[in-house]
């Protein structure tokens, strides 16, 4: 008898690697789609076409061009599916496909959704992911309902419903792109109405879904008991509780600072108001976590705010959800670390739970990956653009790893090695630093996952 030749192995992706290649293979796409002439009123170079995918599909907000000059309305519904598939993530949105098909998810795609957002059963992922979608829309819709309120007025009743969807959808997918013009909201820094709305978006797609879920589970349970609205916050998981509680100070302490920062400044804020001074310094600590819609100049800021802003914009919002940066809970694990370092503790401390020893290994590579990529992003731009102000440099490769999208006008007149660094930024900012690594990692080596070697000590500080 013949034997029959052992048919190859499949080549098999691990769940970063099928993330990283789904967000490129959007990316790709959307780019040659957004190049063809149905969606430009001009001509487009493919690679400023490519730049406005990844910027959608990265859900940042920096462009080459003027999307509302620029893209015919075919390309800015193209424009705002990229922007919802990458705010959702390749993931949630191949398992609504199937969902949408009546297919069922297949036990690789469980553990790829229990991978993608870190959760720790495998159990109720099909609810999950339909919760998502379910929150997503209702928000979305909650959003446009808001805008319409003022687009309408001021645009008509057909212009000013898809000016209200389409800014919705960026506004909660933290993609900050708008098709109003080319000075973002800044006509609306005195109005109450697109400025709150636009925060509720972005603060509710930068908490991350984990923590809607979450929030959702726990406030089931304690339906119908006296008192229980009150003891939320103490029933929820370490990562919400982490995550509500960094939110919150990052955005009064970024408030806080740009409104003594920018108080006094005629190219920002000096005209406005107090109370519209309050809302526009609100405005900018909530857009620079990682939005990129502007209610004031960019590059009238002044050196302290941009700096303020590159911080910001380093840490980002929460894993799992629609933002960029480190992300809120990477931050506060370093800093409780810091703390209990400082007191002598042996363990990493938190809301009285001590903190996995992986997950403060983890979140350091995360911030030392993060700084190298931007640092090498700032130094090749400086080089290529010597005549342009550092900080200004800072701010706009800050603004891609973060996918932030702010920008101190300088983006359009970068040239094109800067593109393709800001490009790279982005890409990395938005499928993660970590996931980027692990891609090309390669197996792990099991044997060396569970060695341990002679301990020694070496001098720090």
């Keep these: 008898m013949e034997k029959k030749e052992k048919s190859p192995r ?67 519904i193209v424009m705002l599916l990229l922007i919802q598939v990458g705010g959702l993530g390749v993931i949630a949105c191949l398992s609504a496909f199937l969902l949408i098909l009546g297919k069922r998810i297949s036990m690789k795609g469980r553990i790829l959704i229990q991978e993608a957002y870190g959760l720790d059963t495998l159990s109720g992922l099909v609810k999950f992911i339909i919760r998502i979608l379910r929150g997503t829309f209702i928000v979305e819709g909650i959003g446009a309902v808001l805008f319409a309120f003022k687009f309408i007025p001021e645009f008509g009743a057909v212009r000013g419903i898809w000016y209200a969807v389409f800014h919705s959808v960026s506004g909660f997918c933290n993609a900050g792109i708008d098709i109003i013009g080319n000075s973002s909201f800044m006509q609306y820094v005195d109005s109450p109405l697109v400025s709150l709305t636009t925060m509720f978006l972005i603060v509710m797609g930068g908490l991350g879904f984990p923590v809607w879920h979450d929030i959702f589970v726990t406030a089931k349970k304690g339906a119908g008991e006296k008192g229980a609205r009150k003891r939320i916050f103490t029933r929820l ?83 799992a959800g629609t933002a960029g940066g480190i992300k809120t809970t990477t931050a506060a694990m370093l800093i409780v670390t810091v703390f209990s370092v400082v007191k002598g503790r042996k363990n990493t401390e938190c809301f009285g739970r001590r903190v996995a020893e992986d997950t403060v290994r983890s979140g350091i590579t995360i911030t030392m990956i993060t700084f190298l990529c931007w640092l090498a992003g700032v130094s090749v731009m400086s080089i290529c653009e010597p005549g342009v102000d550092f900080l200004n440099l800072m701010y706009e490769a800050s ?34 630093p970590l996931t980027m690594a692990l891609v090309f990692a390669g197996k792990a080596n099991k044997s060396e996952q569970f060695r341990e070697l002679p301990e020694k000590k070496i001098m720090l500080g």
């Design 10 to 76: 499949g080549i098999r992706l691990s769940t970063m690697q099928i993330v990283a290649l789904g967000f490129f293979g959007v990316i790709f796409s959307g780019g040659v789609i957004l190049w063809l002439p149905v969606c430009n009123q001009q001509p487009i170079a493919f690679i400023d076409a490519l730049f406005t995918s990844v910027t959608s599909v990265c859900v940042t907000g920096l462009v080459t061009v003027v999307p509302a000059e620029q893209f015919t309305l075919a390309g800015q």
């Design 237 to 319: 998981g370490l990562q919400s509780k982490i995550v509500l509680s960094m939110t919150a100070f990052l955005i009064l302490a970024g408030t806080v600072g740009f409104f003594l920062l920018e108080y006094n400044n005629p190219a920002t804020m000096k005209d406005l108001s107090v109370p519209e001074k309050i809302l526009a310094s609100a405005f900018q600590s909530v857009t620079t976590r990682t939005a990129g819609f502007a209610s004031v100049s960019q590059s009238g800021l002044t050196a302290s705010s941009r700096l303020l802003g590159c911080i910001l914009m380093f840490i980002g919002g929460s894993p």
């Design 399 to 432: 603004s891609a790893i973060g996918t932030v999208g702010l920008s101190a006008d300088l983006t359009p007149s970068l040239s094109r090695v800067s593109h393709v660094v800001l490009m790279a930024l982005m890409y990395i900012g938005r499928i993660g």
